[in-house]
């Protein structure tokens, strides 16, 4: 893949997701794609999934906002959620939510602000 062309991201929630790259803020409405470059839709992609699994894992327990070492012991939930939090970056649900945001098998675009390279004439002088 070339570094300009450009990939699918799709936004699964019921929330505006707004990305920021380079102090650029990019707004993807809620269900729906926009095409980006493989970096900036994969940077988008963490943050998304970021913010998906910890609102998840946060209601794991609706009976306690936080738990201490006695709730981990005597709370079903709160040791769930516990364990969730704690390997946050290997959950399975994360190579899940991956493959609905940045969905592969699809030929890349070329954005088109960019001219191929190709299209380019020599200066004559």
């Known amino acids: 893949m070339a570094l300009h062309e450009s990939i699918k991201f799709y936004n699964p929630t019921d929330q505006n997701f707004v990305g920021t790259w380079d102090g650029e803020s990019y ?3 809620a269900k729906s794609t926009k095409h980006f470059t493989s970096y900036i839709a994969e940077h988008f ?9 910890l609102e998840r894992f946060d209601n794991i327990c609706q009976e306690h906002s936080s738990s201490n070492k006695d709730l981990l012991k005597t709370c079903k939930n709160c040791k769930s959620r516990s364990d969730k939090l704690n390997s946050f970056y290997t959950v399975p649900e ?8 940045l969905p592969k098998g699809e030929i890349p675009t070329v954005p088109t602000k960019l001219e191929p390279v190709d299209n380019i004439q020599p200066e004559v002088e």
Do not use: Q
Not at 45 to 53: D, E, S, T, W, Y
């Open 94 to 101: 994360r190579e899940e939510l991956y493959k609905i945001i």
């Open 27 to 29: 707004e993807i409405p």
């Open 45 to 53: 992609a963490k943050h998304l999934i970021n913010k998906i699994l």
